[in-house]
């Protein structure tokens, strides 16, 4: 390395370690090998290593011939071409969210899929913590504002090639996470078609994930696990507002519904693909929310 920036050779062949912080002001021409395989803030920081100078630089990233990308690769490919100007690193660290999916903000999960339960839960997490510091209280709940918890193992999000602007993505996120009723879902799936054409198959799980969470609230269910064999819910501070129609629906064979000793309901089902999953958790939603607007 000290020979390299000594010009004592032209060449250096190196690992990803040349990405911390190396300044090498004559170094103008840049070779990345299976560019596909980096991250996208690995890239941005490896590319950085050339054109500290005046000299203009270029920057060579290849990929596989006989093999097709994978679509994240190639949109990571796609932004780093697009962030060429100076102080771009906000609009990098948005285009890693949006690609990779955010973490729990308040936990110890450091990586996630944003996709799996939407923007907004995140968002609201990190309104909640924020709120909880700046009164001092160990725990900051608000009776009228909690989010549920949806894991189905699919898609739900709005893709870039239908709403290419991040920031309106973010927006619509935001906006699609606020609502609560049926009509009003509706209504902004109707105002997505006007604005920018038919649903893609993403965007329509996401207008019914939020429909579910939507019957969560209803239903006082906190958090919903569903998989190929069924469904794990959790009730919010283990309460149900109509007990008798639950202990009812339990205790009928036909509904293949029982309750685990930490009192989590256990939907029984046979749901192998993920709009299987939807469809049956929409299902059981809106029974459980029927009986508890009945003990209302």
């Known amino acids: 390395m000290n020979a390299f920036y000594d010009n004592k050779f032209d060449v250096l062949l190196a690992t990803t370690i ?30 950085g290593r050339i054109g500290r100078a005046k000299a203009r630089a270029y920057a060579l990233f290849t990929v596989p011939a006989d093999k097709k990308l994978t ?24 285009h890693d969210l949006d690609i990779r999916g955010a973490g729990n903000l308040l936990g110890d999960e450091q990586s996630g899929h944003i996709r799996e339960v939407g923007y907004e839960l995140y968002q609201s997490m990190l309104e909640e913590a924020v ?5 001092g209280e160990e725990e900051y709940e608000d009776q009228n504002e909690w989010s549920p918890q949806i ?35 509706d209504a902004a799936g109707a105002e997505l078609i006007d604005r920018f054409g038919p649903l893609p198959e993403e965007v329509e799980s996401l207008l019914k994930v939020i429909l579910v969470k939507a019957l969560c609230r209803q239903a006082n269910v906190e958090k919903v696990d569903a998989g190929p064999k069924g469904a794990v819910l959790t009730l919010r501070n283990n309460e149900f507002p109509n007990p008798a129609g639950l ?4 205790s009928d064979p036909a509904n293949q519904v029982r309750i685990k000793p930490d009192q989590k309901l256990v939907f029984v089902r046979n749901w ?10 929409a299902a059981i939603l809106s029974k459980l929310a029927r009986l508890a607007e009945i003990g209302a």
């Open 18 to 47: 040349v990405e911390s912080g190396l300044d090498i002001p004559n170094a103008n021409t840049l070779i990345v090998h299976r560019a596909d395989n980096f991250g996208l803030a690995q890239l941005y920081q490896i590319r």
């Open 272 to 281: 192998p693909s993920a709009e299987q999953r939807l469809k049956g958790a």
């Open 131 to 135: 709120a909880n510091l700046k009164s």
């Open 247 to 250: 202990v009812k629906l339990v």
């Open 151 to 185: 894991s189905l193992g699919m898609p739900v999000m709005i893709p870039e090639h239908y709403v290419p602007d991040l920031t309106l993505r973010m927006q619509l996120y935001r906006k699609l996470g606020d609502l609560d009723d049926i009509r009003d879902i």
């Open 71 to 94: 679509d994240t690769a190639e949109r990571r490919l796609g932004v780093l071409q697009s962030l060429e100007t100076l102080g771009a690193g906000f609009q990098l660290a948005s």
